[in-house]
């Protein structure tokens, strides 16, 4: 039986629900293994079925919200015959919102699209059916030794995700690596992988407690070493975490998922971090979700970015041994820039970039002139979009008054996600949302950040976000299957209103960056308060220092808020080269932040006529990149038509090709398509060819070329070659397209096409050698020989596996006439 006979047997009564469960969520598990995603997600909603049938009959929900779901479910899956139960509910609940029990018995919908959405009737239909026709299907690549030995998987998501692997594995020391994979790409493959491989620490910063519990479960679902799995924690400042310490303490301690909070604030791990930097046994470190860093306004902590001053400081204490990991999806330019000033090694920064657009969306944007048009628009939307659903709007309390507006309907299994939710609140929210038990999220900015939740289908945004990448990492917050995804940008424009969006957005542009004026008084508070600490051009400054300008009531309830700006105003001139901050610390018992830094010019730092013009430039130049990002945002509200979003959004993300499957621009897909291969830039890496092996060196000598003659590389055992060439200690073997391994031999294997797109970027990570079979096709052979005697390859040892007049056009010889070499047979290695 499929999932679905299963499902209607259950619902008649034939099959318990808990095994109907059990049954249905092993084939969702082997659906999505064979990348059946529209099956594996229907089946899925029949799961989901279970848990409102469940809610509704034990009154945690009530008519309303079963109908909000059921709506969708015969929309996604089909019209079914539910039970007495169900029907008679649909009898008393379901018109109000298109549902009805038709004559055959079965529930059925009728496809109410709210007016303002009807020309868009297509998109939303193309989210209703699941459509696979425009997924991107990534081109799995051969496993090798790292996932086989720790892992369980056999093969690479795709050729970029090894390569960031093997890029991230090899990496020299003090070097740091931005990796940018695309969403569902597998970024977390890279840290299971860099703490499995060897027995040192590495340390994973995440930007909330939420998404480190997910990562450290999801990574002790994926290694299968049972001594590293259970080397694998997660480090919460609320929980007891003695195990944790000790395990750096005895260096059992392999991979640790925390939060910026916690490596500042908790004095233990503080210590037990700094003393393993120093003992050489924290090895790396990584950064994820690194694009929100350069967020410097006080509307996101600025614990990330004094992390960098404790990271600088692990580097010191290591000498230069720490390496540093930067993951994200997509980046632009400005953020690459701000992510290196704070956490690049000198000379030493290099990016594998393989940036790409998301596909899933359809765009819609609508403009109202009422505010209270906008609500409604936004509430009927909600009944009828697709969900799960999500809807971003600014200020916590927007979000509240959407909420209680839906309950006063009587739809009482919705939610809100804000700055001002309890960490307590928002863990509870999540674990309900990734389990399903809710379909309708009211939030701020707060949510998502690293919410593994694939199957969200609509993202409504009754705001206007402050810039085009909050607006694009927010509306990537759908679709993460793979399948059709809704953005509607539900605008409020009337000029006569001061909740104008647009105005709204600006003013939080406008406030994320101190003014000069303020942010010299800032400075002049830090060095003439009486705590704070003056050696020379050292200065220990306590950061709840509190402006001279301020009257005595602003100074009493100053608190946080104020301690953020101070941090701020010391991390600006430090990444502007004024102040060099050389140590933070958290005083628990104060309850504020220390930073010691060193004045780089004591005599312009006190001069504040001769600062003020200095730093004027250098503040104008913060807060034109700010400003820029609202306009980009400004240009698609006010010319929505003007240009295909995708195109707006490379504006943005520069390396990514502007894939678009439906805007105001155009309806539908445009022509663009995404490359096979999306390794977008060169890293070079200043490293030597690695010493052969002693047996290599034996057959290849002084040189650094060997030929294997052979008959017909068709009649190859590419297994046993891969064996020898991990006899051999070479990097990869690079093989005809079309004659691929067969067994799991554990070698890193490439294919004529990969090869040539790894070779010309990514060349370093092949420094111990390669081992190359060459085809009967005369210019692949050309191209393939040309790629390896350059980059760098030039001076890699190749073993060259062809026939012995293999012609090379590029020299007008075979290789055997001109290749300075020795010769042995395979049989011989």
């Known amino acids: 039986m499929d999932y679905m006979e299963i499902f209607l047997k259950c619902i008649e009564g034939d099959i318990d629900t808990s095994k109907a469960s059990e049954l249905i969520r092993q084939q969702a598990d082997t659906l999505l293994l064979f990348g059946k995603v529209k099956e594996y997600e229907k089946a899925v909603l029949c799961l989901t079925y279970f848990i409102r049938y469940r809610q509704y009959n034990t009154g945690k929900i009530n008519g309303n919200d079963l109908m909000l779901f059921l709506r969708d479910f015969v929309l996604y899956v089909g019209r079914v015959r539910f039970p007495r139960l169900i029907q008679d509910a649909v009898r008393r609940d379901g018109s109000k919102i298109g549902l009805f029990v038709a004559g055959d018995g079965a529930v059925d919908a009728t496809g109410i699209i709210p007016e303002d959405l009807k020309e868009h009737k297509t998109y939303i239909e193309e989210v209703y059916s699941l459509s696979e026709a425009g997924m991107q299907s990534n081109r799995s690549s051969f496993g090798d030794d790292y996932i086989y030995k720790f892992t369980k998987f056999k093969k690479y998501r795709s050729l970029e995700q090894k390569v960031a692997v093997h890029s991230a594995i090899d990496l020299p020391d003090n070097y740091t690596l931005m990796i940018s994979l695309p969403t569902g790409g597998g970024k977390s493959l890279v840290t299971q992988l860099l703490a499995a491989t060897e027995a040192k620490l590495t340390l994973v910063i995440v930007p909330t407690v939420s998404l480190a519990k997910d990562q450290c479960l999801q990574a002790k679902s994926c290694i299968t070493d049972k001594v590293i799995c259970d080397s694998v924690f997660c480090y919460r400042g609320d929980s007891d975490n003695s195990v944790i310490i000790l395990g750096i303490k005895n260096k059992t301690a392999r991979l640790i998922f925390t939060s910026p909070e916690a490596v500042i604030k908790s004095l233990y791990l503080n210590n037990a971090i700094r003393e393993a930097a120093k003992d050489g046994y924290l090895h790396n470190i990584v950064i994820d979700e690194a694009h929100i860093v350069p967020d410097w ?149 707060a949510f998502g950040m690293g919410v593994d939740k694939s199957n969200v289908r609509t993202i409504i945004h009754a705001c206007v976000p402050e810039n085009l990448s909050r607006f694009y990492q927010e509306v990537g917050r759908g679709g993460r299957d793979g399948l059709p995804s809704l953005s509607i940008m539900a605008m409020f424009t009337s000029k006569d209103d001061g909740r104008n969006d647009l105005s709204v957005a600006f003013g939080l542009v406008n406030k994320s960056i101190l003014k000069k004026e303020n942010l010299l008084i800032r400075l002049d508070s830090i060095l003439k ?9 050292i200065i220990v400054a306590d950061l709840n220092t509190v402006p001279n300008s301020f009257t005595d009531d602003e100074a009493q309830h100053a608190g946080m808020r104020n301690m953020f700006w101070n941090a ?48 004027a430039s250098d503040r104008q130049n913060e ?79 002084p040189l650094t070329d060997l030929l294997v003659p052979i008959n017909d590389y068709r009649d190859l055992d590419i297994d046993l070659i891969g064996e020898k060439a991990k006899k051999l200690n070479v990097s990869c073997v690079i093989y005809p397209d079309g004659c691929e391994p067969a ?64 012609m090379i056009l590029s020299r007008n010889k075979t290789i055997h006439d001109f290749l300075n070499c020795r010769t042995c047979n395979l049989e011989t290695i």
């Open 297 to 445: 306004g006080v509307h996101f902590r600025p614990d990330f970015q004094i992390f960098s001053v404790i990271l600088n400081e692990l580097k010191e204490a290591s000498k230069k041994y720490i390496r540093t990991y930067l993951l994200s999806a997509t980046l632009s330019d400005d953020v690459v820039d701000v992510l290196f000033s704070l956490f690049g090694s000198d000379g030493n920064n290099i990016q594998y970039r393989c940036d790409a657009l998301r596909p899933e969306p359809r765009y819609i944007i609508k403009e109202y002139r009422n505010y209270d048009e906008r609500v409604n628009a936004v509430i009927e939307m909600i009944k009828y979009m697709p969900k799960p659903l999500i809807v971003y709007v600014i200020e916590p309390d927007t979000a509240n008054k959407y909420c209680k507006k839906l309950r006063s309907m009587g739809f009482t299994n919705v939610f809100s996600y804000t700055g001002d939710t309890s960490d307590t609140d928002r863990e509870l929210l999540l674990e309900k949302w990734k389990a399903n038990e809710f379909d309708v999220m009211i939030a701020t900015s």
């Open 743 to 806: 067994r799991e031999v554990g070698c890193l294997f490439f294919s004529h096409s990969e090869f040539m797109a790894v070779a010309s970027k990514v060349a370093w990570i092949m420094r111990n050698g390669l081992f190359i079979i060459l085809s009967d096709n005369v210019n692949s052979n050309n191209l393939i020989f040309e790629a390896a005697n350059k980059n760098g390859i030039e001076h890699y040892r190749k073993i060259w596996c062809c026939k012995i007049d293999t």
């Open 568 to 615: 701020n105003t010391l991390l600006l001139l430090h990444r502007k080269g004024y102040i060099r901050i050389t140590h933070a610390s958290y005083d628990a018992q104060q309850k504020t932040y220390f930073f010691m830094f060193k004045m780089l010019d004591v005599a312009l730092l006190y001069d504040k006529d001769r600062l003020g013009e200095t730093i």
């Open 623 to 701: 807060y034109d990149m700010r400003v820029s990002g609202y306009h980009k945002m400004a240009d698609i509200i006010h010319h929505p038509k003007a240009k295909c979003w995708g195109r707006q959004f490379v504006s943005l993300f520069p390396l990514a090709r502007p894939i678009c499957s439906g805007c105001p621009a155009h309806e539908g897909r445009t022509s663009v398509t995404e490359d096979s291969i999306k390794i977008r830039l060169e890293s070079e890496v200043d490293c030597e060819a690695s010493e052969p092996s002693r047996l290599l060196k034996r057959h290849m000598g």
């Open 529 to 537: 308060d009486q705590r704070t600490l003056i050696e020379g051009d």
